[in-house]
């Protein structure tokens, strides 16, 4: 089970961070089920008064979904309110965790700072939506969770949750393990503007959509290392974004098309700490490598774009499978619980 957030369409922190792993997990045949959830609801916790923002992302998600290489036959996508039971298992769960405990949750306290929320008051919800976020892989039995590195902590968390949960009610529940990308550049793709995170929140990405002359005028606006201000100032790859954005990217044909004068990026990056190479080149030839990397996305994008009814269905079939498979789990978990005040067999009687 993974996931995303309608707050905006895909960008290319989810790619590198997610969304080319599930792919492979996908084609590799190795998985007996693959259910990617758009967390439309956790979306309302830090959006509550925009709802009409996140409605029009859900499409644009499956979109770029189905742009990455996601196959409807293959992976199941579904939203998340149309799984009722995701919230009966938050409101179970919610007794198994601390507010002490959710307070020292590293990626929450940041987004708080990031929102605001530390001034203006911090919802109910978002503080905990770590709780829900483990209601959405304990409800698909996930036992493996492709994500970025700010995941982490949810992972750890929802650990947690399992373990209370399994041992205060009897074996239930299954323990998941994060998947993070191989890839040390990819662990957590910086924003264009240098921000240690691309986020739809933050305005900072390049999106898998993006058109381009977007993609250009964004990579040539890039933030480098600022200490490099003339051609022959010796520069620093590490912390750079356009050398994060290259590592993430660049493979060693690239040079061969755009570049012949480097066989490899070891060969850019010393030259570059040498001194002697402006940052425009440097942009240049990772505009060339986003625009290859860019155009396949873009263009199956544009065909299902033309195909909208048929995106509407893969997500309402997608739905209906898992709010099966969601509404077993509850079932299982009250079941555990021995607090059956409603099941639907007592309903049925
Ligand atoms: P928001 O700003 O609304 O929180 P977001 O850009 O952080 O949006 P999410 O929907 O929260 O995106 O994240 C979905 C998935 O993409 C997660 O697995 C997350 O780890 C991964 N991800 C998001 N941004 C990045 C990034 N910059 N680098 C690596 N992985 C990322
Ligand atoms: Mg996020």
């Not at 309110?81 to 009966?88: F, I, K, Q, T």
């Not at 601390?98 to 911090?122: C, H, W, Y």
């Not at 009897?170 to 264009?192: D, F, M, V």
């Not at 290392?225 to 912390?239: A, S």
Request: hydrophobic residues 35%; glycine residues 6%.
């Amino acid at each position: 089970l993974t996931g995303d957030r309608p707050t905006g369409r895909l960008h290319l922190g989810h790619y590198v961070g997610s969304l080319k792993r599930r792919v492979e997990m996908q084609n590799s045949g190795e998985y007996d089920e693959i259910n990617i959830l758009i967390a439309d609801d956790q979306a309302l916790t830090d959006n509550a008064d925009n709802p009409g923002k996140i409605r029009e992302n859900i499409i644009n998600v499956v979109l770029d979904y189905l742009s990455v290489g996601i196959d409807p036959s293959k992976s199941t996508i579904c939203v998340q309110s149309a799984l009722p039971a995701l919230h009966a298992l938050t409101f179970y769960y919610l007794n198994l965790v601390t507010t002490a405990r959710l307070s020292r949750n590293p990626t929450v306290k940041a987004e708080i700072q990031m929102r605001g929320f530390a001034d203006e008051g911090l919802p109910a919800g978002f503080f905990t939506y770590p709780v829900s976020q483990a209601a959405d892989i304990t409800a698909f039995n996930a036992n493996v969770v492709p994500v970025g590195e700010d995941q982490l902590p949810m992972l750890e968390q929802c650990k947690e949750i399992v373990h209370k949960f399994n041992s205060v009610y009897g074996e239930t529940l299954t323990e998941p393990q994060i998947i993070l990308p191989s890839n040390k550049a990819c662990l957590r793709l910086p924003g264009i503007d240098g921000k240690a995170k691309m986020s739809k929140s933050l305005g900072n990405c390049i999106y898998l959509a993006e058109e381009p002359e977007d993609i250009k005028k964004k990579v040539m606006s890039m933030f480098t290392d600022p200490n490099h201000l003339r051609v022959e100032d010796p520069g620093k790859v590490e912390g750079n974004p356009v050398f994060i954005y290259l590592d993430a990217f660049c493979r060693d044909e690239y040079f061969a098309e755009f570049w012949n004068d480097y066989s490899c990026l070891d060969e850019l990056k010393a030259h570059y700490q040498r001194g002697g190479l402006g940052d425009v080149k440097v942009k240049k030839f990772l505009n060339n490598v986003m625009q290859e990397e860019l155009r396949p996305i873009r263009e199956r994008r544009k065909e299902w774009e033309n195909h909208l009814p048929d995106v509407l269905d893969i997500l309402k079939e997608g739905s209906k499978v898992a709010k099966e498979t969601a509404a077993k789990t509850l079932e299982d978990v009250r079941h555990s619980m021995s607090c059956l005040l409603y099941t639907s067999d007592a309903a049925d009687e």
